[in-house]
């Protein structure tokens, strides 16, 4: 949460406004629904920058091709914790209580992100009962993977079991949510720790990966 207030990995300062902090969190426990659903593909085949899953919806990523180019299957993710939480964080918005506002869509965007890591470590134990090796999450609208390529993703995952549904530009609904693919494949092929932020060079990306 502390991340997504704007604070580095390791902080020394003392923080403000604590006892909102604190209050937030306790408020935040009965408003956060978390869920998800995965659904297992074939990674039909690779030819860059294109990916066919189900031999004929394709991803389109340079990235992420060179990741399943490795792969024989990829698991296909949307996670939420719902409308509750955000829709408190409008409230003490349109009541003027703007930090009380910015802590909880802060503790919004911390707990999907713990869902997600929950699906990861799922997927990371499937894989493993398979012989198998998991990569780390890729979401649409990072690297160089279109935004608009979610409704693809969105093809693949039925997301209205979860609540999750798309609007005209590709955007998600309720607004903490994550979708996003994760290969699977064979161990020596380095799939666990293929990883482009390590080569890129735009360190103002909001979706860099802290370690």
């Given at each position: 949460?502390?991340?997504?207030?704007?604070?580095?990995?390791?902080?020394?300062?003392?923080?403000?406004?604590?006892?909102?902090?604190?209050?937030?969190?306790?408020?935040?426990?009965?408003?956060?629904?978390?869920?998800?659903?995965?659904?297992m593909e074939t990674?039909?085949?690779?030819?860059?920058?294109?990916?066919?899953?189900?031999?004929?919806?394709?991803?389109?990523?340079?990235?992420?091709?060179?990741?399943?180019?490795?792969?024989?299957?990829?698991?296909?993710?949307?996670?939420?914790?719902?409308?509750?939480?955000?829709?408190?964080?409008?409230?003490?918005?349109?009541?003027?209580?703007?930090?009380?506002?910015?802590?909880?869509?802060?503790?919004?965007?911390?707990?999907?992100?713990?869902?997600?890591?929950?699906?990861?470590?799922?997927?990371?134990?499937?894989?493993?009962?398979?012989?198998?090796?998991?990569?780390?999450?890729?979401?649409?609208?990072?690297?160089?993977?279109?935004?608009?390529?979610?409704?693809?993703?969105?093809?693949?995952?039925?997301?209205?079991?979860?609540?999750?549904r798309l609007t005209?530009?590709?955007?998600?609904?309720?607004?903490?949510?994550?979708?996003?693919?994760?290969?699977?494949?064979?161990?020596?092929?380095?799939?666990?720790?293929?990883?482009?932020?390590?080569?890129?060079?735009?360190?103002?990306c909001i979706g860099?990966?802290?370690?």
């Amino acid at each position: 949460m502390l991340h997504y207030l704007g604070y580095p990995k390791k902080h020394s300062r003392r923080i403000p406004f604590a006892s909102i902090i604190e209050e937030c969190l306790k408020e935040a426990r009965d408003m956060v629904d978390p869920q998800y659903l995965c659904t297992m593909e074939t990674v039909s085949v690779v030819l860059k920058p294109v990916t066919l899953v189900r031999e004929s919806l394709a991803f389109e990523s340079h990235i992420l091709a060179d990741l399943l180019d490795r792969c024989s299957t990829v698991a296909v993710f949307v996670a939420t914790v719902g409308e509750r939480l955000e829709t408190g964080a409008r409230k003490l918005a349109e009541e003027e209580n703007l930090i009380g506002s910015y802590v909880l869509d802060a503790i919004g965007s911390a707990a999907v992100d713990q869902v997600a890591e929950h699906v990861q470590k799922v997927v990371g134990k499937i894989a493993r009962a398979q012989g198998l090796a998991a990569s780390r999450r890729f979401s649409p609208g990072h690297c160089d993977w279109d935004i608009r390529q979610q409704r693809t993703l969105f093809e693949l995952a039925d997301a209205s079991q979860v609540g999750v549904r798309l609007t005209d530009l590709g955007l998600m609904l309720p607004r903490k949510s994550v979708s996003g693919v994760m290969g699977l494949g064979p161990v020596e092929s380095n799939v666990a720790s293929y990883d482009p932020c390590a080569l890129c060079t735009k360190d103002a990306c909001i979706g860099r990966r802290l370690s």
